[in-house]
């Protein structure tokens, strides 16, 4: 069980693995712990609230160690890492096959993160970039660890960019870093206007939302400029991009956004 959000499985271990690079994934246990009602609406067996929050508290040092080591493998490469983040049937598989379309001869690498199946991996494979499925099982979120072996097997060409498809899921994906440069927020417009207010953590993360399908709020009535006007009150720098992915509005603007980011962390690194 996630301590973090109480939803599915804890897989923050995964299988142990050899690597060849600073990630420090070893002598890790996995806990399957079962939620149910306490003090803090949490509770497992007889174990106190102290000790949960300290158990949270280990499983996220832990991942902050992997995706520091992410961090540094990416740096060495000069390679920029997207997280991408939304609920389920945002649109993130279609906007990322059309960005691998726009990208050019720009080396790039992909991360698919699903509970089952690799039906994105494949689509994104269709494209002919290199992509890697993570089954997370139970599990409701990517990790470091789980992404720093994924990067093992993508053999990541300098100057890439690394595109990292999170699992659906607006709760836990906010606290576990990854190792990425940014965290990019897809809302598509028929989730409700009020998706960034109950999902705060998630928007406040990001720095970049995608508003995404503007081409369908016509048929639903969708105020788009309630969506963004309840993006900045969650996090006021957040930039907002409204896109199509079907129709391809906005998606130049996405593609020399990426460009920009990666450019100026190249610079900085030249720095």
Same mark, same amino acid.
């Given at each position: !069980? *996630?301590?973090?959000?109480? *939803?599915?499985?804890?897989?923050?271990?995964?299988? %142990?693995?050899?690597?060849? +690079? @600073?990630?420090?994934?070893?002598?890790?246990?996995?806990?399957?712990?079962? =939620? %149910?009602? /306490?003090?803090? /609406?949490?509770?497992?067996?007889? !174990?106190?609230?102290?000790r949960l929050i300290e158990i949270e508290t280990d499983i996220l040092a832990k991942n902050d160690a992997h995706a520091l080591g992410n961090r540094r493998v990416l740096r060495a490469l000069g390679a920029y890492a997207v997280n991408l983040v939304s609920s389920p049937g945002s649109g993130k598989t279609t906007l990322l096959v059309k960005t691998i379309g726009m990208m050019g001869?720009?080396?790039?690498?992909?991360?698919?993160?699903?509970?089952?199946?690799? #039906?994105?991996?494949?689509?994104?494979?269709?494209?002919?970039?290199?992509?890697?499925?993570?089954?997370? %099982?139970?599990?409701?979120?990517?990790?470091?660890? !789980?992404?720093?072996?994924?990067? @093992? +097997?993508? #053999?990541?060409?300098? /100057?890439? =960019?690394?595109?990292?498809?999170n699992v659906g899921n607006l709760v836990c994906p906010a606290a576990f870093d990854l190792g990425e440069d940014a965290k990019v927020a897809i809302?598509?417009?028929?989730?409700?206007? @009020?998706?960034?207010?109950?999902?705060?953590?998630? =928007?406040?993360?990001?720095?970049?939302?995608?508003? #995404?399908k503007v081409d369908l709020a016509p048929y639903t009535d969708a105020d788009? @400029?309630?969506?963004?006007? #309840?993006?900045?009150?969650?996090?006021?720098?957040?930039?907002i991009l409204r896109v199509s992915a079907r129709t391809g509005e906005g998606m130049e603007a996405w593609v020399r956004w990426l460009k920009s980011r990666h450019a100026a962390k190249t610079l900085a690194k030249a720095g």
């Open positions: !069980m *996630c301590t973090v959000c109480g *939803c599915g499985e804890d897989r923050l271990a995964g299988p %142990g693995h050899e690597h060849g +690079h @600073d990630h420090h994934h070893h002598g890790h246990s996995h806990a399957h712990l079962h =939620f %149910g009602t /306490g003090a803090a /609406g949490v509770s497992v067996g007889d !174990m106190s609230q102290a001869d720009s080396p790039l690498a992909v991360i698919e993160g699903d509970q089952q199946t690799e #039906n994105d991996a494949d689509r994104i494979r269709a494209t002919g970039a290199p992509a890697v499925q993570v089954n997370t %099982g139970k599990g409701c979120h990517l990790d470091g660890h !789980m992404v720093g072996h994924a990067m @093992d +097997h993508l #053999n990541l060409k300098p /100057g890439s =960019f690394l595109f990292i498809e809302l598509s417009v028929t989730e409700g206007e @009020d998706k960034p207010l109950k999902y705060p953590d998630m =928007f406040t993360a990001a720095k970049l939302a995608i508003l #995404n788009l @400029d309630a969506y963004e006007a #309840n993006l900045r009150r969650v996090n006021p720098l957040i930039e």
